[in-house]
């Protein structure tokens, strides 16, 4: 049976993370690599239908259970590992390495689970391994938000766990399958555990919080692994629940609103990902097979290139020290290649022919129009105009091209970051070009062809109107150190009013009870060191308790007093 438990793609990569501090320093990036390209390989290896078995209990478990949707995640997934690994090969930080496979183990775990059990525990280890990953800035600002990720992830992982208890008890059944559209407790405490990494709005903002303040390498990781482990499961359990449809619609325009507004690189493409995360959602909602493809298409595209321009980004926060675009500028002769990258991966995602995003998102956005929903398609067709305004043109133009150069010295990037940038750069392009590369591994055959007529003009038109429109009115994107609110403003405001009537009074109410019982038994001490003197107040008030033998009289009053106090209240 230990044997058979490597073959989980998870367990080696949690097999990695307990030896990888018996490494020494100098071969622990090579070694780490090691782990997720075994992942890799045995996610390849396995064939649909492959379960490997356990069991808790009376409960049978299903560690493992490979079809074509948790294929397709778990080689996605893997892969990021795999490039995110190259990536950061330079970094000696052996909590993130550490963390960084655990958080990979937890994602395919939660990929590959066949129960609900089991998808609980790997969720749970997706939450704390991440959490590393923001805190190993060392930051205040990163160790605050931090907190705040950690308390967002506690409180899903609460709802999904309560509603896993709940749904077992009224079920019996641990089974992971595609619930019926029902509002009972139970599905509705699942829909928002899995709601809460997903980050549906308003319940988004650890996502926007925590991302930009997470470490250059981390944030890579982060972009792969919990919101797409979320969407596998809303395919894998909640496929044509239509509110889904209006629940994604509102994260594709509310995300790419703030990343039009913001000024920071790594804000714009964190609030990125969730307008991205709208069309995935929107498309599940809709739950035909066209649109579930169209849905982990756009999860693989988009662990991809937005890995892309993390990293593109990531580049010029290592050489420059700084993500604001207000002190930033210029760059184009002093990190050209980055540049060069970071267009690949601004391209894929606005969905240029030739790219990744070209072959998937159309999949997704037409499988929503053929369902009826029309305005929800036309509304994510305009959101795609403020995708390629905001990550295809604002930041390049600003960060690269605008006048305001920077003028400090430039760090050296090192030579491994390049290499993990143009390994998934080449993949971007040849999914573009070559759409059954990836077609070959959704959950459903698929005839789609996005190489038409219709949408190559579709998307040129976007494209050709969008850059004349940023180019008319640019300055009005100008970089400024501003802040922009989210909703958490609220919940911020809150907190003052919150920590006193739930903690402050709480506190006050456990120290006044432990004030009372202390008073109480001294008193109590005092009153019980000779109870002869109020037992028989009419004795001498020198008798010991320890020795005085008190007459018949007394005994009889005391039980007389106590049948009367009974009877009183008995009574009464």
Request: aromatic share 16%.
């Given at each position: 049976m230990t044997i058979e438990l490597l073959a989980i793609p998870g367990v080696l990569l949690v097999l990695g993370a307990a030896l990888l501090p018996l490494i020494p320093e100098k071969l622990r990036s090579s070694v780490f690599l090691i782990f997720p390209v075994a992942a890799l390989a045995m996610a390849a290896m396995h064939q649909d239908g492959y379960t490997l078995t356990g069991a808790i209990g009376n409960y049978d478990l299903i560690l493992l259970e490979v079809d074509s949707l948790s294929r397709v995640f778990g080689l996605i997934i893997a892969f990021a590992a795999v490039f995110g690994g190259i990536y950061a090969y330079h970094l000696k930080d052996l909590g993130q390495q550490c963390a960084a496979l655990l958080y990979a183990a937890g994602a395919l775990g939660v990929v590959y689970a066949g129960d609900l059990f089991t998808l609980i525990v790997y969720w749970e280890l997706m939450a704390v391994s991440s959490t590393w990953l923001i805190w190993a800035t060392r930051t205040d600002a990163a160790r605050a938000a931090g907190m705040r990720y950690l308390v967002y992830h506690v409180l899903g992982g609460g709802l999904?766990?309560?509603?896993?208890?709940?749904?077992?008890?009224?079920?019996?059944?641990?089974?992971?399958?595609?619930?019926?559209?029902?509002?009972?407790?139970?599905?509705?405490?699942?829909?928002?555990?899995?709601?809460?990494?997903?980050?549906?709005?308003?319940?988004?903002?650890?996502?926007?919080?925590?991302?930009?303040?997470?470490?250059?390498?981390?944030?890579?990781?982060?972009?792969?692994?919990?919101?797409?482990?979320?969407?596998?499961?809303?395919?894998?359990?909640?496929?044509?629940?239509?509110?889904?449809?209006?629940?994604?619609?509102?994260?594709?325009?509310?995300?790419?609103?703030?990343?039009?507004?913001?000024?920071?690189?790594?804000?714009?493409?964190?609030?990125?990902?969730i307008s991205q995360l709208g069309f995935m959602i929107a498309a599940i909602g809709v739950g035909t097979e066209l649109a579930l493809n169209g849905a982990a298409a756009l999860a693989v595209s988009n662990i991809l290139n937005k890995s892309l321009l993390f990293m593109a980004c990531g580049a010029v926060l290592y050489a420059t020290g700084t993500s604001k675009m207000y002190h930033l500028g210029g760059l184009v002769k002093k990190l050209p290649y980055v540049l060069g990258l970071y267009l690949v991966a601004s391209l894929s995602i606005s969905g240029?022919?030739?790219?990744?995003?070209?072959?998937?998102?159309?999949?997704?956005?037409?499988?929503?129009?053929y369902s009826g929903y029309d305005t929800a398609m036309l509304l994510l067709i305009f959101v795609s105009i403020g995708t390629f305004l905001s990550v295809g043109l604002k930041l390049p133009y600003y960060t690269w091209f605008h006048a305001d150069s920077y003028d400090k010295e430039i760090k050296p990037i090192p030579f491994n970051m390049y290499i993990g940038m143009g390994f998934v750069?080449?993949?971007?392009?040849?999914?573009?070009?070559?759409?059954?590369?990836?077609?070959?591994?959704?959950?459903?055959?698929?005839?789609?062809?996005?190489?038409?007529?219709?949408?190559?003009?579709?998307?040129?038109?976007?494209?050709?109107?969008?850059?004349?429109?940023?180019?008319?009115?640019?300055?009005?994107?100008?970089?400024?150190?501003?802040?922009?609110?989210?909703?958490?403003?609220?919940?911020?405001?809150?907190?003052?009013?919150?920590?006193?009537?739930?903690?402050?009074?709480?506190?006050?109410?456990?120290?006044?009870?432990?004030?009372?019982?202390?008073?109480?038994?001294?008193?109590?001490?005092?009153?019980?060191?000779?109870?002869?003197?109020?037992?028989?107040?009419?004795?001498?008030?020198?008798?010991?308790?320890?020795?005085?033998?008190?007459?018949?009289?007394?005994?009889?009053?005391?039980?007389?007093?106590?049948?009367?106090?009974?009877?009183?209240?008995?009574?009464?």
């Open positions: 999904l766990f309560a509603g896993i208890i709940l749904h077992v008890t009224q079920t019996g059944s641990l089974a992971i399958e595609s619930f019926e559209q029902v509002y009972s407790i139970s599905n509705i405490l699942i829909f928002l555990g899995v709601g809460v990494n997903a980050a549906f709005i308003p319940i988004h903002t650890w996502l926007s919080d925590a991302y930009p303040k997470s470490t250059i390498t981390g944030v890579i990781f982060l972009n792969s692994f919990t919101t797409k482990s979320a969407v596998y499961v809303l395919i894998r359990m909640f496929p044509g629940w239509d509110i889904l449809i209006w629940i994604g619609v509102i994260m594709a325009i509310y995300g790419v609103m703030y990343a039009v507004i913001c000024k920071d690189i790594r804000e714009i493409l964190t609030y990125h990902i240029l022919p030739l790219f990744t995003a070209f072959v998937t998102k159309p999949m997704a956005v037409t499988a929503i129009g750069a080449v993949v971007c392009m040849v999914i573009g070009i070559a759409p059954s590369t990836l077609y070959a591994f959704l959950p459903y055959e698929t005839d789609f062809n996005p190489y038409t007529i219709y949408l190559f003009v579709e998307i040129m038109q976007i494209a050709i109107m969008t850059f004349i429109g940023f180019w008319m009115l640019k300055h009005l994107m100008k970089g400024k150190l501003v802040i922009a609110l989210d909703l958490d403003w609220f919940y911020r405001k809150a907190s003052p009013a919150a920590y006193r009537m739930f903690i402050k009074s709480t506190d006050g109410f456990f120290g006044w009870a432990e004030k009372v019982v202390l008073n109480t038994a001294v008193l109590s001490t005092k009153v019980f060191r000779n109870p002869m003197t109020w037992l028989n107040p009419f004795g001498n008030k020198e008798n010991d308790a320890t020795t005085y033998s008190p007459g018949m009289e007394v005994v009889m009053s005391f039980i007389l007093v106590c049948f009367l106090a009974f009877s009183l209240f008995y009574f009464l």
